[in-house]
Protein backbone atom coordinates (compact mmCIF):
# COMPACT_ATOMS: atom_id res chain seq x y z
CA UNK A 1 0.00 0.00 0.00
CA UNK A 2 2.93 2.30 0.45
CA UNK A 3 2.56 3.53 -3.34
CA UNK A 4 -0.64 5.23 -2.04
CA UNK A 5 1.80 8.13 -0.34
CA UNK A 6 2.62 11.16 -2.61
CA UNK A 7 1.04 12.97 -5.37
CA UNK A 8 -1.69 10.75 -6.62
CA UNK A 9 -4.44 11.35 -9.41
CA UNK A 10 -7.89 11.21 -8.68
CA UNK A 11 -9.16 9.50 -11.53
CA UNK A 12 -6.30 6.89 -10.51
CA UNK A 13 -7.22 6.66 -6.63
CA UNK A 14 -10.91 6.57 -8.03
CA UNK A 15 -10.08 3.37 -10.19
CA UNK A 16 -7.99 1.64 -8.06
CA UNK A 17 -10.71 1.85 -5.16
CA UNK A 18 -13.61 0.76 -7.32
CA UNK A 19 -11.16 -1.83 -8.57
CA UNK A 20 -10.00 -3.17 -5.26
CA UNK A 21 -14.36 -3.08 -4.15
CA UNK A 22 -15.11 -5.06 -7.00
CA UNK A 23 -12.72 -7.64 -6.47
CA UNK A 24 -13.86 -7.70 -2.61
CA UNK A 25 -17.64 -8.12 -4.35
CA UNK A 26 -16.32 -10.90 -6.46
CA UNK A 27 -14.77 -12.97 -4.38
CA UNK A 28 -14.98 -11.64 -0.49
CA UNK A 29 -11.72 -13.02 1.45
CA UNK A 30 -12.12 -13.38 5.17
CA UNK A 31 -8.82 -11.75 6.41
CA UNK A 32 -7.49 -10.50 9.85
CA UNK A 33 -6.72 -6.81 9.84
CA UNK A 34 -3.23 -6.30 10.27
CA UNK A 35 -2.11 -3.32 12.09
CA UNK A 36 1.30 -2.20 13.76
CA UNK A 37 0.93 -0.63 17.31
CA UNK A 38 4.23 1.53 18.82
CA UNK A 39 3.65 3.03 22.12
CA UNK A 40 5.71 5.62 24.15
CA UNK A 41 5.11 5.59 27.85
CA UNK A 42 1.10 7.49 27.35
CA UNK A 43 1.45 7.71 23.43
CA UNK A 44 0.03 4.73 21.49
CA UNK A 45 0.27 5.24 17.87
CA UNK A 46 -1.34 2.56 15.81
CA UNK A 47 -1.23 2.46 11.86
CA UNK A 48 -3.87 0.68 9.58
CA UNK A 49 -2.63 0.68 5.96
CA UNK A 50 -4.12 -2.76 5.11
CA UNK A 51 -7.16 -4.00 4.16
CA UNK A 52 -9.80 -3.70 6.74
CA UNK A 53 -10.93 -7.28 8.05
CA UNK A 54 -11.64 -8.79 11.26
CA UNK A 55 -10.64 -6.98 14.32
CA UNK A 56 -8.11 -8.92 15.94
CA UNK A 57 -8.11 -9.52 20.01
CA UNK A 58 -4.82 -7.98 19.92
CA UNK A 59 -5.79 -5.03 19.05
CA UNK A 60 -8.75 -4.80 20.86
CA UNK A 61 -6.39 -5.89 23.81
CA UNK A 62 -3.75 -2.63 22.77
CA UNK A 63 -6.23 -0.28 22.73
CA UNK A 64 -8.54 -1.31 25.94
CA UNK A 65 -4.65 -1.25 28.00
CA UNK A 66 -4.02 1.68 26.83
CA UNK A 67 -3.69 4.45 29.53
CA UNK A 68 -6.45 6.84 30.28
CA UNK A 69 -5.86 10.03 29.68
CA UNK A 70 -2.70 9.20 27.13
CA UNK A 71 -3.33 9.70 23.39
CA UNK A 72 -3.80 7.60 20.77
CA UNK A 73 -2.32 8.63 17.31
CA UNK A 74 -4.09 6.48 14.32
CA UNK A 75 -2.70 6.79 10.76
CA UNK A 76 -4.70 4.95 7.77
CA UNK A 77 -3.80 4.43 4.38
CA UNK A 78 -6.43 1.90 3.40
CA UNK A 79 -8.75 1.29 0.17
CA UNK A 80 -11.16 -0.34 3.22
CA UNK A 81 -12.78 -3.99 3.44
CA UNK A 82 -15.07 -4.93 5.98
CA UNK A 83 -17.78 -2.72 7.23
CA UNK A 84 -18.01 -4.77 10.41
CA UNK A 85 -14.28 -4.29 10.82
CA UNK A 86 -14.30 -0.51 10.48
CA UNK A 87 -17.23 0.11 12.78
CA UNK A 88 -15.64 -1.99 15.21
CA UNK A 89 -12.21 -0.40 15.23
CA UNK A 90 -14.39 3.01 15.36
CA UNK A 91 -16.31 1.76 18.52
CA UNK A 92 -13.31 0.65 20.21
CA UNK A 93 -11.45 4.38 19.39
CA UNK A 94 -14.28 6.07 20.26
CA UNK A 95 -14.45 4.41 23.84
CA UNK A 96 -11.21 4.82 25.01
CA UNK A 97 -10.91 7.85 27.67
CA UNK A 98 -8.30 10.31 26.28
CA UNK A 99 -7.09 11.95 23.10
CA UNK A 100 -8.12 10.10 19.22
CA UNK A 101 -6.55 11.97 16.49
CA UNK A 102 -6.82 10.17 13.42
CA UNK A 103 -4.67 10.86 10.34
CA UNK A 104 -5.36 10.21 6.75
CA UNK A 105 -1.84 9.62 5.17
CA UNK A 106 -3.13 8.45 1.87
CA UNK A 107 -6.17 7.22 1.21
CA UNK A 108 -8.99 6.29 3.75
CA UNK A 109 -11.65 4.93 1.73
CA UNK A 110 -14.89 2.37 3.15
CA UNK A 111 -14.41 0.69 5.84
CA UNK A 112 -11.34 3.00 6.54
CA UNK A 113 -13.00 5.92 5.87
CA UNK A 114 -15.09 5.23 9.50
CA UNK A 115 -12.22 4.55 11.01
CA UNK A 116 -10.83 8.24 10.25
CA UNK A 117 -13.74 9.64 11.91
CA UNK A 118 -12.95 8.15 15.15
CA UNK A 119 -10.67 11.16 15.74
CA UNK A 120 -11.34 14.01 18.17
CA UNK A 121 -9.24 15.75 15.41
CA UNK A 122 -9.30 13.99 11.87
CA UNK A 123 -6.09 15.26 9.74
CA UNK A 124 -5.57 14.36 6.46
CA UNK A 125 -2.41 14.95 3.98
CA UNK A 126 -2.66 17.92 1.12
CA UNK A 127 -2.68 14.79 -1.33
CA UNK A 128 -4.81 12.31 0.66
CA UNK A 129 -8.23 11.38 0.26
CA UNK A 130 -11.17 9.96 1.81
CA UNK A 131 -14.42 8.07 0.03
CA UNK A 132 -17.75 6.88 1.72
CA UNK A 133 -20.49 4.90 -0.50
CA UNK A 134 -23.33 2.85 0.78
CA UNK A 135 -22.54 -1.01 2.15
CA UNK A 136 -22.57 -3.48 -0.29
CA UNK A 137 -22.97 -7.23 -0.33
CA UNK A 138 -23.53 -10.14 -3.13
CA UNK A 139 -26.68 -12.31 -2.38
CA UNK A 140 -27.55 -15.42 -4.10
CA UNK A 141 -30.94 -17.09 -3.30
CA UNK A 142 -34.61 -15.98 -3.54
CA UNK A 143 -36.06 -13.41 -2.85
CA UNK A 144 -36.14 -14.04 1.17
CA UNK A 145 -32.13 -13.52 1.55
CA UNK A 146 -31.90 -10.64 -0.67
CA UNK A 147 -34.89 -8.99 1.32
CA UNK A 148 -33.27 -9.67 4.71
CA UNK A 149 -29.56 -8.69 3.32
CA UNK A 150 -31.72 -5.55 1.97
CA UNK A 151 -32.77 -4.73 5.37
CA UNK A 152 -29.27 -4.80 6.88
CA UNK A 153 -27.51 -3.12 4.13
CA UNK A 154 -30.19 -0.60 5.12
CA UNK A 155 -29.23 -0.67 8.92
CA UNK A 156 -24.92 -0.46 7.89
CA UNK A 157 -25.87 2.34 5.95
CA UNK A 158 -27.53 4.55 9.12
CA UNK A 159 -25.32 3.60 11.05
CA UNK A 160 -22.28 5.09 8.60
CA UNK A 161 -24.98 8.03 8.31
CA UNK A 162 -25.41 8.57 11.79
CA UNK A 163 -21.23 8.53 12.73
CA UNK A 164 -21.25 11.46 9.64
CA UNK A 165 -23.90 13.40 11.74
CA UNK A 166 -22.36 13.52 15.12
CA UNK A 167 -18.70 14.26 13.02
CA UNK A 168 -19.69 16.43 10.88
CA UNK A 169 -22.18 19.19 10.56
CA UNK A 170 -23.28 18.00 7.24
CA UNK A 171 -27.00 17.63 6.80
CA UNK A 172 -28.97 14.44 6.90
CA UNK A 173 -29.48 14.86 2.75
CA UNK A 174 -26.04 16.28 2.47
CA UNK A 175 -24.97 12.51 3.75
CA UNK A 176 -27.67 10.71 1.82
CA UNK A 177 -26.27 12.49 -1.53
CA UNK A 178 -22.41 11.58 -0.17
CA UNK A 179 -22.96 8.28 0.27
CA UNK A 180 -25.01 7.66 -3.07
CA UNK A 181 -22.55 10.31 -5.10
CA UNK A 182 -22.91 9.95 -8.67
CA UNK A 183 -22.55 6.23 -9.04
CA UNK A 184 -21.61 4.79 -5.96
CA UNK A 185 -20.13 6.64 -3.52
CA UNK A 186 -18.26 9.99 -3.57
CA UNK A 187 -14.16 10.29 -3.90
CA UNK A 188 -12.87 13.77 -1.39
CA UNK A 189 -10.01 15.68 -1.65
CA UNK A 190 -8.07 17.06 1.37
CA UNK A 191 -9.29 20.33 0.57
CA UNK A 192 -13.14 18.92 -0.54
CA UNK A 193 -13.08 17.05 3.01
CA UNK A 194 -11.89 20.45 4.52
CA UNK A 195 -14.78 22.17 3.36
CA UNK A 196 -17.46 19.93 4.56
CA UNK A 197 -16.25 20.28 7.47
CA UNK A 198 -15.18 16.41 7.48
CA UNK A 199 -11.80 16.75 8.35
CA UNK A 200 -10.08 19.41 11.11
CA UNK A 201 -7.04 19.70 9.36
CA UNK A 202 -5.21 19.47 5.94
CA UNK A 203 -1.74 18.56 6.15
CA UNK A 204 1.85 18.81 5.00
CA UNK A 205 2.63 15.00 3.85
CA UNK A 206 4.22 13.19 6.74
CA UNK A 207 8.34 13.92 7.52
CA UNK A 208 9.10 10.18 6.62
CA UNK A 209 9.98 9.45 3.31
CA UNK A 210 7.69 6.83 1.25
CA UNK A 211 10.64 4.04 2.41
CA UNK A 212 10.37 4.70 5.47
CA UNK A 213 6.17 4.69 5.67
CA UNK A 214 6.46 1.23 4.05
CA UNK A 215 8.18 -0.16 7.00
CA UNK A 216 4.76 0.28 8.85
CA UNK A 217 3.76 -3.05 6.99
CA UNK A 218 7.14 -4.73 9.00
CA UNK A 219 6.35 -7.00 11.62
CA UNK A 220 8.04 -7.08 14.72
CA UNK A 221 6.88 -9.75 17.49
CA UNK A 222 6.39 -8.30 20.74
CA UNK A 223 5.39 -11.47 22.49
CA UNK A 224 7.71 -14.54 22.30
CA UNK A 225 6.46 -17.71 23.53
CA UNK A 226 8.94 -18.31 26.77
CA UNK A 227 8.71 -13.98 27.52
CA UNK A 228 11.88 -12.26 28.11
CA UNK A 229 13.26 -14.53 29.66
CA UNK A 230 17.22 -15.63 29.72
CA UNK A 231 17.99 -18.36 26.78
CA UNK A 232 18.92 -22.13 27.46
CA UNK A 233 21.90 -23.94 25.92
CA UNK A 234 21.21 -27.04 23.60
CA UNK A 235 21.68 -28.01 19.91
CA UNK A 236 20.18 -25.25 18.08
CA UNK A 237 19.11 -25.54 14.28
CA UNK A 238 17.20 -23.17 12.53
CA UNK A 239 13.48 -24.05 12.23
CA UNK A 240 11.64 -25.22 9.35
CA UNK A 241 8.11 -25.27 8.41
CA UNK A 242 7.43 -28.84 9.36
CA UNK A 243 8.46 -28.17 12.81
CA UNK A 244 5.79 -25.87 13.71
CA UNK A 245 2.69 -27.19 11.13
CA UNK A 246 2.10 -29.94 8.20
CA UNK A 247 0.04 -27.03 6.84
CA UNK A 248 1.24 -25.88 4.10
CA UNK A 249 2.20 -21.70 4.95
CA UNK A 250 -0.44 -20.25 2.20
CA UNK A 251 -3.59 -22.01 4.38
CA UNK A 252 -2.38 -20.89 7.70
CA UNK A 253 -4.23 -18.22 8.91
CA UNK A 254 -2.95 -15.05 10.01
CA UNK A 255 -2.90 -16.10 13.69
CA UNK A 256 -1.36 -18.86 13.52
CA UNK A 257 0.99 -17.15 10.94
CA UNK A 258 1.64 -14.82 13.83
CA UNK A 259 1.95 -17.79 16.07
CA UNK A 260 4.83 -19.05 14.31
CA UNK A 261 6.22 -15.72 13.45
CA UNK A 262 6.96 -14.96 17.39
CA UNK A 263 9.95 -17.10 16.81
CA UNK A 264 11.69 -15.03 14.85
CA UNK A 265 12.45 -11.49 15.38
CA UNK A 266 11.54 -10.33 12.47
CA UNK A 267 9.48 -10.13 9.21
CA UNK A 268 8.91 -7.88 6.43
CA UNK A 269 5.66 -9.62 5.72
CA UNK A 270 3.49 -12.93 6.56
CA UNK A 271 3.35 -13.54 3.14
CA UNK A 272 6.01 -16.30 3.07
CA UNK A 273 7.71 -18.35 5.88
CA UNK A 274 11.05 -17.27 4.58
CA UNK A 275 10.13 -13.87 5.14
CA UNK A 276 10.48 -14.37 8.80
CA UNK A 277 14.00 -13.22 9.77
CA UNK A 278 16.85 -14.30 12.96
CA UNK A 279 15.06 -17.65 14.48
CA UNK A 280 16.20 -18.03 18.06
CA UNK A 281 13.06 -19.65 19.93
CA UNK A 282 12.64 -23.35 20.13
CA UNK A 283 9.30 -24.31 17.83
CA UNK A 284 7.25 -26.39 19.62
CA UNK A 285 8.12 -29.78 18.73
CA UNK A 286 11.35 -29.60 20.78
CA UNK A 287 11.70 -30.10 24.04
CA UNK A 288 12.42 -26.61 25.05
CA UNK A 289 9.41 -25.62 23.56
CA UNK A 290 9.02 -21.88 22.77
CA UNK A 291 12.10 -20.96 24.84
CA UNK A 292 14.96 -19.00 23.91
CA UNK A 293 18.01 -20.70 22.62
CA UNK A 294 21.52 -18.82 23.70
CA UNK A 295 22.74 -20.37 20.39
CA UNK A 296 19.92 -19.20 18.06
CA UNK A 297 20.27 -15.57 20.14
CA UNK A 298 23.71 -15.24 19.64
CA UNK A 299 23.65 -16.49 15.88
CA UNK A 300 20.65 -13.76 15.33
CA UNK A 301 22.75 -11.32 16.92
CA UNK A 302 25.22 -12.29 14.68
CA UNK A 303 22.66 -11.88 11.56
CA UNK A 304 21.12 -8.64 12.44
CA UNK A 305 23.21 -6.12 10.26
CA UNK A 306 23.11 -8.36 7.71
CA UNK A 307 18.91 -8.78 7.02
CA UNK A 308 18.23 -6.54 3.82
CA UNK A 309 16.29 -3.77 4.15
CA UNK A 310 16.23 -3.36 7.69
CA UNK A 311 15.84 0.16 8.96
CA UNK A 312 18.09 1.17 11.60
CA UNK A 313 15.65 1.66 13.93
CA UNK A 314 14.04 -1.88 13.34
CA UNK A 315 17.88 -3.62 13.95
CA UNK A 316 18.06 -1.61 17.58
CA UNK A 317 14.63 -3.23 18.65
CA UNK A 318 16.01 -6.49 17.25
CA UNK A 319 18.83 -6.24 19.12
CA UNK A 320 17.20 -4.95 22.23
CA UNK A 321 15.20 -7.65 22.05
CA UNK A 322 17.90 -10.65 21.47
CA UNK A 323 20.24 -9.32 24.07
CA UNK A 324 17.43 -9.83 27.42
CA UNK A 325 17.51 -13.32 26.37
CA UNK A 326 21.45 -13.63 26.96
CA UNK A 327 22.93 -14.26 30.90
CA UNK A 328 23.38 -10.83 32.14
CA UNK A 329 27.31 -11.33 32.20
CA UNK A 330 27.39 -11.47 28.11
CA UNK A 331 25.37 -8.93 27.88
CA UNK A 332 27.87 -6.76 29.35
CA UNK A 333 30.44 -7.26 26.82
CA UNK A 334 30.29 -6.07 23.26
CA UNK A 335 27.45 -8.44 22.32
CA UNK A 336 28.50 -7.83 18.24
CA UNK A 337 31.92 -8.78 18.53
CA UNK A 338 30.92 -11.50 20.39
CA UNK A 339 28.47 -12.66 18.26
CA UNK A 340 30.60 -11.91 15.17
CA UNK A 341 33.60 -14.28 16.68
CA UNK A 342 30.84 -16.90 16.85
CA UNK A 343 29.59 -16.58 13.64
CA UNK A 344 33.15 -16.94 12.19
CA UNK A 345 33.50 -19.99 13.98
CA UNK A 346 30.78 -21.86 12.29
ZN1 LIG B 1 13.01 -13.77 21.66
Known amino acids: MSQLIGFQRREDVESKIREFIQNERSEPKPTELRFKA ?37 RINSYGGSAFGGLSVYDLLRGY ?69 SRTKLAKEQIEDLLDGEADGTLLSADEALTMHIVDEVIEP ?66 TFGSLKLPHHFPPNHRNKGKASLAGVRNALARVSMVDGMSEEDRDRARAHLRKHLPEREDSVDVDTLALAILRNL
Not at 49 to 69: F, M, N, R, W
Not at 255 to 263: D, G, L, M, P, Q
Open 38 to 74: EAKEKDLTLWFYDTIGDVPQALAKTISEHPEGGSINV
Open 206 to 271: PQQSVDSLSDVSLFIPTNPPGGDGEGVEGDWERPVLKDFTDSSWSDLSTAERNAIAKHFVFAFDLE
Open 97 to 165: KGTVTTQVDGVAASAAAIIALAGQRIRIVQSGFLFFHRAWAGVVGNYRPHLQIAGELRKIDILIATILE
